[in-house]
């Protein structure tokens, strides 16, 4: 089987999406498409061919609008030119089958190609699932999803991961468990004192100061190697060293990102979410770890002492709520990868 696989390269998750699977495809021979981090993907001796990234600009933990649009014009602009060189690449690799993450392109080449794509992420939970949506965000829920629908939703089919799991609205969709790589599903948790961090937009001033109050050792990792500031430990961020620490950990600080969520629900660690204020998915994702019992959200970082000490004084809970953990979706999607293609 000949896969194309498409990859918005602006943050890990869709990456790892791919990551996940690929050891269960193995035999199979890809070609993948993108820009950003699926540039990585050539040092593990994978085909790829760049592509325009309308994606998200971030600096400084903040979402860049001007740059984000400037970003989407561009590739709006060249997208003939680029769709002109894409079917041609394409229809050198003769793929049987195109799956997108989240990318733009490839979903429209392979409808003029007569190719049948798989829509394969979870950003989809927000338009081809039935969800009440939480209270609050209405613009920024409205300027979501018109986004996806209107720019990520060319697909034949769509398959949604997700720890949690809500009814698909139609027969061209279906809702399976996180996708998680091998190294994460290999994990066995054991009991520790410690607090896991991992805040793609930053270490605010206040939220800092109330770890610090917690009596607890902190690992803060995605933000780089810098100097221990009292509790504070801020680690470089390689992978094992994540993975061991948040294994042992007693709870996870983070974003709500849904990889690290279904990371940490996978192994019953409690989470205490901090969804960015301009993804909509991550107050969607923080919204159903609170319904799930296994954790809880804040939203104002000036109010992280009274968050942090009612997520504390709940820790027991939240742990009984978790201890069965969350089911993969990996084989199901495998199945789905495999039986589309024939």
């Known amino acids: 089987m000949r896969v194309a696989w498409g990859i918005m390269g602006d943050s890990r998750g869709h990456l790892t999406r791919a990551l996940a699977l690929l050891p269960e495809l193995s035999g199979h021979e ?6 950003g981090c699926v540039a990585e993907l050539r040092g593990q001796g994978m085909r790829v061919h760049d592509l325009p990234m309308p994606g998200t600009a971030l600096s400084g ?3 860049r609008g001007g740059a984000t649009a400037v970003n989407f014009l561009r590739a709006v602009l060249d997208a003939p030119r680029t769709l002109g060189r894409l079917r041609r690449v394409l229809e050198d690799f003769r793929p049987d089958l195109a799956v997108t993450d989240y990318e733009f392109f490839l979903p429209r080449a392979a409808r003029t190609l007569g190719l ?53 609205l139609g027969p061209d969709t279906e809702v399976l468990g996180p996708l998680l790589r091998p190294d994460a599903r290999a994990l066995s948790p054991r009991p ?15 939220l800092a100061r109330a770890l610090a109050s917690t009596g ?23 992978r094992a060293a994540f993975l061991d620490d948040l294994a ?17 629900l996978f192994l019953g660690k409690p989470v205490l979410a901090l969804p960015s204020a301009m993804f909509y998915e991550q107050y969607v994702n923080a919204w159903h770890l609170r319904e799930s019992g296994r954790g809880d959200f804040f939203v104002d970082p000036e109010r992280a002492p ?26 199901r999607a495998v199945e789905i990868l495999t039986g589309f293609a024939a």
């Open 30 to 35: 890809f070609l993948f498409l993108g820009g």
């Open 61 to 63: 933990g903040r979402v």
């Open 116 to 168: 049948p794509c798989l829509s394969l992420d979870h950003q989809h939970v927000l338009t081809k699932c039935r969800l009440t949506p939480p209270p609050g965000q209405a613009l920024n829920r409205l300027a979501t999803t018109a986004a996806v629908r209107l720019l990520f939703s060319r697909a034949s089919r769509y398959v949604v991961s997700s720890f949690f799991r809500p009814p698909p």
């Open 192 to 206: 520790g004192g410690h607090v896991l961090a991992y805040l793609r937009t930053g270490l605010p001033p206040a």
């Open 216 to 238: 607890r050792e902190v690992r803060v990792h995605g933000l780089g190697k810098r100097p221990d500031a009292g509790p504070l430990r801020f680690l470089a961020g390689e």
């Open 248 to 264: 042992g950990c007693r709870y996870v600080l983070c974003n709500a990102g849904h990889n690290l969520l279904s990371e940490a």
């Open 306 to 331: 009274e968050a942090l000490a009612a997520f504390e004084a709940g820790l027991e809970r939240f742990e009984a709520a978790g201890r069965a953990g969350i089911e993969p979706g990996n084989a």
